[in-house]
Each structure stands twice: as C-alpha cells, then as structure tokens.
T-cell receptor
Framework: EAQVTQNPRYLITVTGKKLTVTCSQNMNHEYMSWYRQDPGLGLRQIYYSMNVEVTDKGDVPEGYKVSRKEKRNFPLILESPSPNQTSLYFC?????????????FGPGTRLTVL | QKEVEQNSGPLSVPEGAIASLNCTYSDRGSQSFFWYRQYSGKSPELIMFIYSNGDKEDGRFTAQLNKASQYVSLLIRDSQPSDSATYLCAARGTNAGKSTFGDGTTLTVKP
C-alpha cells in the first residue's frame, strides 16, 4: 500500500531531551516536507526537501533539524525541545514539484513537551 | 497580512445546499493552488488543485481561480453531512518547494 508513515504517533517528553520523529514513504517520491499544525493556525511548513541531500527552510524552521540521506526517509530532529514545540506534526511527500503534484500526508505525530 | 487567507468560519449550511469557501493570496507569483479536506484528528487529503484561471469541476466540487484578483474558491454542491470538515487552501509560491496554507475554514453540513 502506498503510504507515508510517521513514528511515533504520540510522544510526551520533557524540555531539552533530544528527540527524532521519523517519516518514511514507499512511493519513490522526490519531494518531502514537514509541517506543524496548531489550533486555528492551519499548517505551517518547517522544512522541505526537493531530493536526496537537498533540504531547505520553510516558514518556521527554528528549533528543528532535518536530513535527507535516503529518498524514502526524512526525519525531523528536535535537538532541545521546548514547550512551544508542542504541536501536531505532519510529514508529506509528492512525486515532484510540478503544479499538479499533490502532497500525500502521513497520519501525524502529536508531540507534547513538558 | 498572511500570505494565504481563508474566510473565517465556522460555516454552516443545510444538507443539499451549496457551500462556498474562499481564499485570497498575497504572492502574485503563486502558480498553483490546492484544496485539502481535513477531518477532525486526521491528516489532510487532497480534494482538488487548480493552476489555470477559470473553473475546474470534479463531481460535486468546483474550484475557481482568478489570478488578477488573487482569489481562489471552492464550491461544494449538494452538500452532505459527510462534507463536514475543515477545508485548507494552499498556495505554491515563487520559491520551489515552499507551500503556504491558510488557517482553514470549518464547514458543518446540517441534516
């Protein structure tokens, strides 16, 4: 089944404890992206990757890191999480960046930082 | 000013009516626009995309784009209770890879 998977789905952690949220897609997509969603604020783009080893900042990259060493994986790293990073996180992928390429979203990771 | 703004909700329509969702964008270089539906607690799923001026129809859904007015809309005909969800408008701007979403409009279709 074609899909985007994220792990973990739920995470409660404490301030300053490094964590990684994994994202993997099995559709051979070139483009991948991370978003956060907060109540009433829609989706805000954190980082994106146009292809392997190519990453760039979205609108809210502060406090996050990413890497794209393989086409299928795009982990999101929080080196020192803070309570303002409590949010719902979505990973997405698309075949490319043509006007008609839709993004497929993962199921989301709900993160709570105490 | 937000880059992508959606009409404030919530929006409530009776079953069978037309629901109209609106979106404006500030980046004149935006090339393509997407409407996603998101049920509570779920991930967004694509309804339609549009990148040419005019109307695009798909079943009960019609997307309209007016680049001169920087305006995108989504019409849902014969609204059903199952259409009750939050609808997100997204624009792809001049920066390849960047995608900007509006805050969403919550639609409730009452039986």
């Amino acid at each position: 089944e074609a899909q985007v998977t994220q792990n973990p789905r739920y995470l409660i952690t404490v301030t300053g404890k490094k964590l990684t949220v994994t994202c993997s897609q099995n559709m051979n997509h070139e483009y991948m992206s991370w978003y956060r969603q907060d109540p009433g604020l829609g989706l805000r783009q954190i980082y994106y990757s146009m292809n392997v080893e190519v990453t760039d900042k979205g609108d809210v990259p502060e406090g996050y890191k990413v890497s794209r060493k393989e086409k299928r994986n795009f982990p999101l790293i929080l080196e020192s999480p803070s309570p303002n990073q409590t949010s719902l996180y979505f990973c997405a992928s698309s075949l490319g960046w043509a006007d008609y390429n839709e993004q497929f979203f993962g199921p989301g990771t709900r993160l709570t930082v105490l | 000013q937000k880059e992508v703004e959606q009409n404030s909700g919530p929006l409530s329509v009776p079953e069978g009516a037309i629901a109209s969702l609106n979106c404006t964008y500030s980046d004149r270089g935006s090339q393509s626009f997407f409407w996603y539906r998101q049920y509570s607690g779920k991930s967004p799923e694509l309804i339609m995309f549009i990148y040419s001026n005019g109307d695009k129809e798909d079943g009960r859904f019609t997307a309209q784009l007016n680049k001169a007015s920087q305006y995108v809309s989504l019409l849902i005909r014969d609204s059903q209770p199952s259409d009750s969800a939050t609808y997100l408008c997204a624009a792809r701007g001049t920066n390849a890879g960047k995608s900007t979403f509006g805050d969403g409009t919550t639609l409730t279709v009452k039986p």
